[in-house]
């Protein structure tokens, strides 16, 4: 089987604008800091899997934090303006957009502690024929395959960022679907000091830990 897509949908990390939840905590400059090096972390790993990569991205990087060294690190994949009113519409779109034929495999920019061998594994499921999908600590979920973009249609009537989340999704997508292991999104500084312990020379962990000994 061609390798499929590897889509990440991205939205520039902007001060006041990315991981809110955490800015309330460290203020928005370090988690805009945290946003960017959770987003450089996962396009390094991205680039190590060997398939075709395109981002979806929203906002403006020439506001954002380490907007420069973000621009230099998209220079080598394919770069899709994110489209719709929701959520679940630009993801829809986004899946639409990556398609080339082969299948999508998507995450989101906060996917520091997905590996290469978690993207094998969703290939390996596409290649079987079925959907994937990667749960969420939260009842979210972290990855999705799909083995057409138009597959994703079914992600515009799902709500998201509720704890059903991924029991809608895979009612929507018509339950037949593997399952990856369990991840934690990150959501909130408690959530990000515990994934960057298990990710230690990553770009998160150095802000992290700047942030806590701040």
Known sequence: ???????????????????????????????????????????ETAATVGWPVVVAMTGDLSRATRGAEITAALSDVRVVEQRGETFAERLAHAHLDADAGHGVVQVGMDSPQVTRDDYKQAGRALARGTTV???????GWWLLGVQRGTDAAALADVPMSRDDTADRTIEALGGQVDLLRTLTDMDTWADALAIAADLPGTHLAAVVAEGAAA
């Open 1 to 43: 089987m061609t390798a499929p897509t590897l889509l990440i949908v991205a939205k520039a990390p902007v001060p006041g604008l990315a991981k809110t939840r955490i800015g309330r905590v460290l203020g928005h400059a370090r988690a805009a800091e945290i946003a960017a090096a959770s987003l450089l972390d996962t396009l």
């Open 133 to 139: 999908l990667g749960p969420a600590s939260d009842g």
